[in-house]
């Protein structure tokens, strides 16, 4: 990978800083991407395999059948959200695996990456869905529903939202840097 630095103007304006631009072919900027993308979704399926192994454990404890229809309901919604997500989280790697050698990793890259934004959509449903679960069986329906609601727009914020503003928003400082 070629490495190459500019001057441009500090943050504060004094002096002038190098400032790092990589310039890197087809091949090498698949390759980063792969294993950014692999780093990111490892720490997904961490997540999603611990909390749906907690949810297929709570079927066979002696309080559930104590649930009503509601919750019951509630909680086949969130174990088969759960298991959609992580197929989708894992179906990168099996992706990855079944394509190795076809000269494919540009687009391989793509449809991996459009596979994790959809397991972290599944995720985002599965993690709101087994708060509502618990917060009902803890607190009064109408104050489970304000949580998880909050919780859940949480969410959407920092995991949707504060990324599509920083990829709007970043070029346009960066210009602004420029012309500085």
């Not at 698949?30 to 297929?56: C, K, N, P, S």
């Not at 229809?69 to 990168?92: E, K």
């Amino acid at each position: 990978m070629a490495l190459g630095t500019d001057m441009a103007p500090d943050r504060d304006g004094g002096g002038r800083v190098a400032r790092e631009e990589y310039r890197e072919t087809e091949k090498e900027r698949a390759d980063r991407r792969w294993t950014e993308l692999l780093q990111e979704v490892r720490v997904a399926q961490m997540g999603i395999q611990i909390l749906l192994g907690f949810l297929l454990s709570v079927a066979f404890t002696e309080r559930f059948t104590d649930i009503g229809t509601v919750d019951r309901n509630i909680y086949v919604v969130t174990v088969v959200l759960g298991s959609a997500a992580t197929g989708t989280l894992i179906a990168p790697v099996a992706l990855h695996r079944f394509v190795t050698g076809h000269r494919m990793k540009p687009q391989t890259v793509e449809w991996a990456s459009r596979l994790t934004v959809t397991g972290l959509i599944l995720l985002l449903c599965t993690v709101t869905c087994a708060l509502l679960l618990i917060l009902r069986v803890v607190l009064d329906n109408g104050m489970a529903w304000w949580i998880v609601g909050a919780l859940f727009m949480w969410f959407v914020g920092a995991w949707f939202l504060l990324p599509a503003w920083a990829r709007r928003v970043g070029p346009r400082q960066e210009e602004q840097r420029g012309r500085a």
